[in-house]
T-cell receptor
C-alpha cells in the first residue's frame, strides 16, 4: 500500500503561470517532507523540504505548503519556467529506524510550455 | 555531478549473466541506499547501509546482493535476473539515517536492461 501518493502523473502549464503539484500521505508518523526534481538520465536532486512543525516553506520561486490534518502537501512554482520541466517526486520520512528512510511517491511529470 | 557516482550508466545483461553495479561517494556520508525505479512506480527502497552495516533489506529477491566494503563504496551484485528486473537503479547517500532532514544525494543511476 502506497504511503506517499502523487495522483497526477503529469501536469502541463504555460510559462509564467503557477504550477501546483500535489502529494498525499497516509502514515501519521511522517513528520518531514521533501520534494525532489528529476531530469531524464539524471538522479533526483533535492529541491525543498518542510518539517511538520511548519505549514509553509519558501525558497525563491518554490513554496511548499503542508496541511497536516488533511495529510496533504503541495509544491507551488511561481512563475513557471521551461527549465522547470522535469519529474517531481514527493518524499516523506519519520524519526528513527525504518521511519527515517525516505518514502517516495510515483512522481508528477511537469511540462512548462513557452 | 552530485558527489555520488554510479557506474556503469547503462547495462544490458542476459538472464544467466553475473554483473555488478558500483556506487561511490566522497561526501563524508555514512549511510548509503539502493533504490529501484520502474516505470509508473514509486522509487522503491531496496537496501540500506549504515556505517557499512546492512540495516535493511526490503524483501528484495536474493538475485540482488549488496555489498558495502567501506563507507564510500556500495555495490549491487546481480545474477540470474529476470526481464522484469529491468529498471533504473539509483544509489543515494546521506548524513546518518535516523533522520532524513537533509535528504539524500542521489547518483545518476544505472539503466539496466535484462534480455
Amino acid at each position: 500500500d502506497q504511503q506517499v501518493k502523487q495522483n497526477s502523473p503529469s501536469l502541463s502549464v504555460q510559462e509564467g503561470r503557477i504550477s501546483i503539484l500535489n502529494c498525499d500521505y497516509t502514515n501519521s508518523m511522517f513528520d518531514y517532507f521533501l520534494w525532489y526534481k528529476k531530469y531524464p538520465a539524471e538522479g533526483p536532486t533535492f529541491l525543498i523540504s518542510i518539517s511538520s512543525i511548519k505549514d509553509k516553506n519558501e525558497d525563491g520561486r518554490f513554496t511548499v505548503f503542508l496541511n497536516k490534518s488533511a495529510k496533504h502537501l503541495s509544491l507551488h512554482i511561481v512563475p513557471s519556467q521551461p527549465g522547470d520541466s522535469a519529474v517531481y517526486f514527493c518524499a516523506a520520512s519519520g524519526y528513527g529506524g525504518s521511519q527515517g528512510n525516505l518514502i517516495f511517491g510515483k512522481g508528477t511529470k511537469l511540462s512548462v510550455k513557452p | 555531478e552530485t558527489g555520488v557516482t554510479q557506474t556503469p550508466r547503462h547495462l544490458v545483461m542476459g538472464m544467466t549473466n553475473k554483473k555488478s553495479l558500483k556506487c561511490e561517494q566522497h561526501l563524508g556520508h555514512n549511510a548509503m541506499y539502493w533504490y529501484k525505479q520502474s516505470a509508473k512506480k514509486p522509487l522503491e527502497l531496496m537496501f540500506v547501509y549504515s556505517l557499512e552495516e546492512r540495516v535493511e533489506n526490503n524483501s528484495v529477491p536474493s538475485r540482488f546482493s549488496p555489498e558495502c566494503p567501506n563507507s564510500s563504496h556500495l555495490f549491487l551484485h546481480l545474477h540470474t535476473l529476470q526481464p522484469e528486473d529491468s529498471a533504473l537503479y539509483l544509489c543515494a547517500s546521506s548524513h546518518g539515517r535516523d533522520r532524513a532532514n537533509y535528504g539524500y544525494t542521489f547518483g545518476s543511476g544505472t539503466r539496466l536492461t535484462v534480455v
